[in-house]
């Protein structure tokens, strides 16, 4: 356990202990959110996966997300969100930026890497950053298909990658819990506060979801627990 209490970007101080102490202790090690589930294809499983001839002696993978909204439910109901939430966000829907979600991307290192302590999360909990210019260039980092990327020092790829190994992504599920979890926690970097916009710019907005969107806001503001 880590006490980043009022520290700011705490996911990033995380990253880089686990990095600096627990690395070695495994074959690969993924650098993901709860709400991010990795997913692979043509493969029983991710030992098999990995074991395949274009990852071995590589350093970094990274994997792209695939985001889902609310796909139109309401309040949370039965079940784990992948058996809930079906139908991911559009590729080609920009949401924060002028391009896809689905270019971010999460990084997963080689417990076997020789250059482990070259490297660091830095700014964001997304990419990994070469702490010298060599090891900048002696790095082997290589996409979901096993495909060599040139620079991974940046949290979004060239392409979206969404066979080999990808992250489904639900970061909104639906509007209930959006409010009663993430609008009062807000972001795990510790930067900024989130709002309402957030949730409305992945997800349609209808009369039944402002409904309960107000009256779950009212109780907050009111300091009744929800």
């Not at 690395?23 to 996966?49: G, L, M, Q, V």
């Not at 957030?198 to 907005?205: E, T």
Request: glycine content about 6%.
């Amino acid at each position: 356990i880590i006490n980043v209490r009022n520290k700011f970007s705490f996911q990033e101080i995380a990253y880089n202990n686990a990095i600096n102490e627990y690395c070695r202790d495994y074959d690969w090690n993924a650098f993901i959110d709860i709400d991010e589930f990795i997913t692979i294809e043509n493969s029983r499983d991710i030992n098999e996966f990995l074991s395949q001839e274009k990852f071995i002696n590589k350093d970094i993978i990274i994997m792209n997300w695939k985001n889902y909204g609310d796909n139109e439910q309401v309040k949370k109901e039965k079940g784990g969100v992948i058996e809930r939430f079906t139908t991911p966000i559009p590729n080609e829907k920009c949401i924060a930026y002028d391009f896809s979600e689905n270019l971010h991307i999460k990084s997963m290192i080689n417990g076997k890497s020789k250059y482990i302590k070259d490297i660091m999360f830095g700014g964001n909990p997304h990419n990994l950053y070469p702490k010298s210019k060599d090891a900048s260039e002696l790095i082997q980092c290589v996409n979901g298909v096993g495909k060599k990327v040139n620079n991974f020092a940046t949290p979004f790829s060239e392409k979206i990658v969404h066979n080999g190994i990808y992250l489904r992504h639900y970061s909104c599920k639906t509007i209930e819990e959006f409010i009663k979890i993430k609008l009062q926690r807000g972001f795990c970097e510790g930067k900024l506060n989130i709002s309402l916009d957030w949730f409305w710019k992945r997800n349609k907005i209808t009369n039944e979801k402002l409904e309960l969107a107000n009256n779950l806001i009212k109780k907050i503001n009111n300091g009744e627990k929800v």
